[in-house]
């Protein structure tokens, strides 16, 4: 899905009267089947960034524009076949806690299923077998029939994206889905989205507080801060200089970058010959 953005100006929901907001004149184009990973700051704009894109939140400004149709300029109709095509993972996936692990994930297919099939996978799953693949690209299949509220937090980060699998959405929007995951599953999470998008040639748009994770597995990197785009480049071209810029005083949020590592890093002391008396 081609996704076009004009002067965007969006406020978020809650907002105090007079706070700034929290996308200001932003513009950005993405090509169908292009694969993004949005950083910035705490407080950036880039949660509402994904809120603005799955039409979940209408802007105060500007165009938005996916495969070249206004959301706000459609009939509630075409607005709901619409979002069928989008699928927004939010950073805690809304999981019913009582509900099992097999019924949450096939959840993401009900844009694409009639009500009677929907209301019946309720009671009798149909397509256990491709939840159980799902889960088994994230390594938690074993929690097919367990209970959401049994889940640890990681495993229901994971269940939650493994729904996305499911989705068939031409419009892939994550917001922050290795918050829960150690190293090594968080790799994990991210090759499997984007291998997931290309195999069904679906944008992906995915925001990360990982930054080295973020340049390692994103072809494109948008920057964003006060709701602005600071940098919108290929990542090959993301200097160090660019990324302190980018968090500023903030720098806490920027897990260094194995540049920066190696430029920042002191050699050990040359060890020191004692002699005993």
């Known amino acids: 899905m081609k996704i076009s953005v004009h002067r965007i100006t969006a406020r978020h929901p809650v907002a105090r009267a007079g706070a700034p907001p929290a996308l200001n004149a932003l513009t950005l184009e993405v090509a169908a089947g292009e694969q993004i990973a949005v950083i910035g700051p705490s407080g950036a704009g880039k949660t509402t960034l994904l809120q603005v894109l799955a039409c979940a939140q209408k802007p105060t400004a500007g165009s938005l ?13 075409q607005l709901q076949r619409l979002r069928g095509d989008l699928f927004l993972a939010p950073q805690v996936p809304p ?24 209301l019946r996978s309720l009671f009798y799953p149909t397509g256990i077998a491709q939840a159980d693949a799902a889960l088994a690209r994230f390594d938690v299949s074993d929690k097919l029939f367990a209970r959401v509220d049994r889940l640890s937090g990681g495993e229901r980060q994971r269940v939650g994206l493994a729904r996305a699998l499911l989705s068939q959405a031409r419009l892939l929007l994550v917001d922050e889905p290795l918050s829960a995951l150690d190293p090594s599953r968080a790799t994990q999470a991210v090759e499997c989205l984007c291998a997931s998008a290309t195999d069904s040639g679906a944008t992906l748009v995915t925001t990360l507080h990982d930054v080295p994770m973020a340049l390692r597995h994103f072809p494109r990197i948008l920057g964003l801060r006060d709701g602005a785009c600071m ?19 903030k720098l806490d949020e920027l897990a260094p970058t194995p540049a920066l590592v190696e430029r920042d890093s002191v050699a050990p002391p040359a060890p020191v010959a004692m002699t005993c008396r």
């Open 65 to 77: 524009r996916l495969d070249g149709n206004d959301p706000w300029q459609l009939t509630s109709r």
């Open 95 to 118: 999981l019913p806690p009582r509900q099992r692990v097999v019924t949450a994930v096939l959840a993401g297919r009900l844009p694409h299923i009639g009500l009677l099939h929907s």
């Open 231 to 249: 940098f919108d480049l290929p990542s090959p071209q993301v200097s160090d200089a660019l990324l302190y810029a980018l968090y500023d005083q």
